[in-house]
Nanobody, 110 residues
Framework: QVQLVESGGGLVQAGGSLRLSCAAS????????VGWYRQAVGKQRELVAL??????NYADSVKGRFTISRDNAKNMVYLQMNSLKPEDTAVYYC?????WGKGTLITVSS
């Protein structure tokens, strides 16, 4: 059974930083694309960052502020988020292969 468990969400002031982690189990981690998506209230889920093969893609809104990384030995995906803005407030979801985590809420106060 595949499980993706996110951690690291919470409340932060604008300009602050957070690091999200996603622990994956039950899946051959190293061969799959990994990423982070987010969904704000009243909006559709959107891509934040994705690692697929040798390429990494970011949403324009987070370029230069967020960094995605993976540790294949530990089956972990990370998202380092700096210079957070109120518009980054959303539920953030881990994605591995075709599987999704349950999400972790990030609230950025102004």
């Amino acid at each position: 059974q595949v499980q993706l468990v996110e951690s690291g969400g919470g409340l932060v002031q604008a300009g602050g930083s957070l690091r999200l982690s996603c622990a994956a189990s039950g899946i051959i981690f190293g061969v799959n694309a990994v990423g982070w998506y987010r969904q704000a209230v009243g909006k559709q889920r959107e891509l934040v960052a994705l690692i697929r093969s040798a390429s990494t893609n970011y949403a324009d809104s987070v370029k230069g502020r967020f960094t995605i990384s993976r540790d294949n030995a530990k089956n972990m995906v990370y998202l380092q988020m700096n210079s957070l803005k109120p518009e980054d407030t959303a539920v953030y979801y881990c994605y591995v292969g075709r599987y999704w985590g349950k999400g972790t809420l990030i609230t950025v106060s102004s």
